[in-house]
């Protein structure tokens, strides 16, 4: 929780509360605070092992860490039960992007052609007509 502190935040902390509280007061400040702290874990501990109770045997490997998204798609990720490994290493997000970008712009690329001729993705390499000033696209029924 506070592994990022260095000395001299301590440093500067403890000045501040000496100087706040004053040093014959410090103390029971210091003992007050540690007893809230662990009040806080306690109840915290008690309400998981509640829950924990509550959901059953089916869950008994249930952590609450887990809730976290981040800490689950790793998780998940590490498990590779659905071959996400796979699906993450064959898609090259930048390659497509650059590709569509290729395709907007009308520039003909070789990575693209490639990629077109795979018959993984659609050939968007193709050519588009120049309009005049003031005339407007032609409208295509099916793509809307």
Do not use: C, W, Y
């Amino acid at each position: 929780m506070f592994n990022d502190i260095g000395a001299l935040e301590v440093v500067t902390l403890v000045v501040l509360a000496v100087l706040v509280f004053g040093p014959e007061k410090l103390p029971k400040v210091i003992q007050d605070v540690t007893r809230t702290i662990r009040k806080i874990r306690e109840f915290s501990e008690s309400a998981k092992q509640d829950i924990r109770e509550e959901l059953g045997p089916e869950f008994k490997d249930f952590e609450f860490e887990d809730l976290n998204p981040k800490t689950f798609i790793r998780k998940q990720l590490d498990n590779d039960e659905l071959g996400l490994k796979e699906i993450r290493n064959g898609f090259d997000l930048k390659k497509e992007m650059a590709e569509v970008t290729d395709a907007v712009h009308g520039r003909d690329t070789d990575s693209s052609a490639s990629a077109g001729s795979s018959g993984g993705s659609v050939d968007m390499t193709k050519k588009r007509e120049k309009l005049n000033p003031g005339e407007r696209p032609p409208f295509d029924a099916d793509a809307t």
